[in-house]
């Protein structure tokens, strides 16, 4: 198994592209900023990614609370 790679936060702004196509071919990349980790790029199909932390119930809107897309704005948008 191949380690992740870690990027500073500067780094990956310059080098997006090339960090996306490295986690969509089973690679594994871990962005920090000041030594702490931030977001972790991992390719959509590694479905172990989404089982090690499932979605809770909170993450959803429920008919009494709106979803934020349909706020207030949206219709200025091109």
Do not use: C
Request: charged share 25%; no cysteine.
């Amino acid at each position: 198994m191949i380690p992740p790679q870690k990027v500073s936060i500067d780094e990956a702004k310059s080098q997006l592209s090339d960090l996306i196509t490295i986690a969509s071919e089973g690679g594994e990349v871990i962005i920090v900023q000041d030594g702490k980790p931030l977001p972790r790029l991992v390719s959509a199909a590694d479905t172990t990614a989404y089982h090690s932390l499932p979605p809770t119930r909170d993450e959803f809107s429920s008919e009494e609370d709106s979803l934020a897309w349909e706020a207030d704005g949206w219709e200025n948008i091109a």
